[in-house]
């Protein structure tokens, strides 16, 4: 017993053994830095992972909803659709492609969802201005409007089958994009 304590409660010993001591300490803590740094080996994957995820989902959600409302639109209704809801924003129609029955009365509402007037021109089959610059009035078989921003307009349209350019006449609009198709058959 004695020759074991001896060495210990030497001072000189006693340093010795005390500087070790304090390095345990740091020691120790380097089990619990590996446990943290494992949960984050594990963790920051998965909230990565998350991440890209949710960026993934809106993107497909953006991409979904452009898609709506101008790039290939359904046309809406079907070709013997006798009413049809047209929504009106800066500046599109949506949807652009519209498709009614022929030859028959159509009941047509428009809803500005847009912040300023918009209108609803069906040009007569085979008028395909470039802009607006070429729109002459003899072109435009009906129209409806202007609608007031936050309003609905109904009207009525009767075509024989064709597909008709449909234009916003407000000044600007029509080449800022504002334009759709109305497929009569
Ligand atoms: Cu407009």
Known sequence: ???????????????????????????????????????LVILTPLSVLAFVLSIVALVVAANNEGGGSTVVAPAAGSPGATEVTVGLHEFAFDPDVVAVAADTDVAVTLDNTGAVQHTWAVLRAGADPADESRVTEDMILTELGPVDPGASVAGTVNLPAGTYKVICTIPGHFDAGMSGELVVG
Request: aromatic share 6%; glycine share 2%.
């Open 1 to 39: 017993m004695a020759p074991v304590n001896e060495p210990t409660t030497t001072p000189e010993a006693a340093d010795v053994a005390s500087d070790p001591p304090a390095a345990p300490p740091s020691v120790t803590e380097i089990p619990y830095g590996t446990a943290q740094a494992a949960w």
